[in-house]
């Protein structure tokens, strides 16, 4: 049997790794009291900077609004993003037009940067059966089995590499993702290939009830990729700035065929989704400490500090977001509603005989049954 003092031995020879080599840091441009080095602050103009505040505004409007309505009856279930503002837009601005998201639900301002109306994303939270399509229009999916998206992502960046187009394909994930198979396959791939593709994972310290600690092992999901022999940035997901820098970044080497992981430590402030119950797993006081760390008070500092903040109409933006979601809310539910034959679509070119049965079953049931369709009323906006 091997004693303490072989492995001693073995810790200081070449061939050993240790986690405790390891750094824990996270790249970081404004500190979460507001200060900054100035020669680090990305290049964008005051415009792109104010810009920034908009789109984390409007998400955290969306997230909002969206929780609102499903207290209504009017969205099956939502899952917010509140609290993870400056990851989900500081990444999402980062992105080329050309460049491909693939993610599973916590990004929403990340996919209307590239285009996706708020109509579609509500349509898809009521399970509106078109949304899948009309988001696979601006090539962006929601991947619910999570995970599973991440194959799909080395997949689309091979394409691009074959076609030579420039632009890179993101994925968006979480923690509880990154314990999957399929991500393990779709970096191996990408890795293995030098594919442009880029690895985003919010890191926002839960899933569902499971916290990061219980989750794995590893003391940061950004060391893994010296172990997939790509590059690997941990970044403070609550900075908007650190995490536009350190997406350009990934975005700038993936598209020369180096594949990148960004972990991005942020927090779920909200629940879950609208089922959960976070005071069941977690504490009240680790929910009020990462509100000391709001990504728009921190980003509010940071304009205020570089004379910006006087351009920026706080209310008027608030008010612009809330129309925005009302004209996205009117014209969601002006969608066509959806025949109820629409389940058995899409799948079969031709219906299967069992399924033509259940159709058919169902119909007939519809028929002696029309209340069973019909109780669902429209409700009052809110
Ligand atoms: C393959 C698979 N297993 C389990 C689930 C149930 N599930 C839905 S969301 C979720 C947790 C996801 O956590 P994480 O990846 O950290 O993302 P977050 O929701 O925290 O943003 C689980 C386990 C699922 N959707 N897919």
């Known amino acids: 049997m091997a004693s303490d003092s072989t492995v001693e031995r ?12 390891l750094p824990l840091d996270s790249y970081q441009v404004v500190a979460p009291d507001g200060s900054y080095d100035a020669d680090a602050v990305p290049e964008l103009d005051g415009e792109g900077l104010t ?7 409007l998400e955290r409007t969306f997230d909002e609004r969206m929780v609102k309505l499903q207290r209504r009856g009017e969205v099956g279930t939502y899952g917010s993003g509140r609290g993870q503002e400056a990851s989900i837009v500081g990444s999402g601005y980062a992105l080329g037009d050309d460049d491909w998201l693939l993610g599973m ?4 301002a990340a996919m209307f940067l590239q285009g996706l109306p708020l109509r579609d994303l509500i349509l898809f939270w009521r399970g509106v059966p078109d949304a899948g399509k009309l988001l696979a229009q601006h090539d962006l999916m929601i991947a619910i089995s999570i995970g599973s998206h ?13 076609s030579e187009s420039d632009a890179v394909a993101a994925a968006y994930f979480g923690d509880g993702a990154s314990s999957t198979g399929a991500v393990h396959e779709g970096i191996n791939f990408a890795s293995a290939l030098d ?6 994972c919010q890191n926002n310290q839960y899933a569902i009830s499971t916290s990061f600690e219980k989750q794995t092992g590893a003391r940061t999901l950004a060391q893994r990729a010296i172990g997939y022999g790509i590059e690997g940035i941990r ?9 536009y820098d350190a997406m350009q970044a990934a975005r700038r080497l993936a598209s020369e065929g180096k594949p990148v992981l960004v972990e991005s430590v942020t927090y779920r402030r909200d ?5 959960d119950d976070p005071t069941r797993y977690r504490e009240e006081e680790e929910v009020a400490e990462w509100e000391e760390r709001d990504p728009l008070d921190r980003y509010e500092a940071f304009l205020r500090s570089e004379g910006l903040w006087d351009d920026v109409d706080a209310d008027a933006i608030e008010e612009e977001v809330n129309e925005e979601f009302d004209a996205a809310l009117d014209a969601a539910d002006d969608y066509p509603e959806d025949e109820v034959e629409t389940v058995f679509e899409d799948l079969y070119a031709e219906l299967p005989p069992y399924l033509a049965r259940q159709l058919d079953e169902f119909r007939t049931f519809l028929d002696e049954h029309p209340e069973a369709y019909d109780h669902i009323e429209r409700r009052p906006k809110g």
């Open 10 to 21: 073995l810790r200081d020879r070449p061939g050993y790794y240790s986690q405790d080599d």
């Open 51 to 57: 810009d920034l505040y908009r789109w984390m505004v």
């Open 105 to 108: 639900g916590r990004e929403a």
């Open 150 to 162: 991440l194959p799909l992502v080395s997949g689309v960046a091979w394409g691009m590499e074959l």
């Open 195 to 200: 594919l442009p593709a880029v690895f985003f």
């Open 235 to 243: 970044v403070d997901g609550n900075d908007v700035l650190a995490v």
């Open 271 to 275: 629940a879950h989704t609208t089922s």
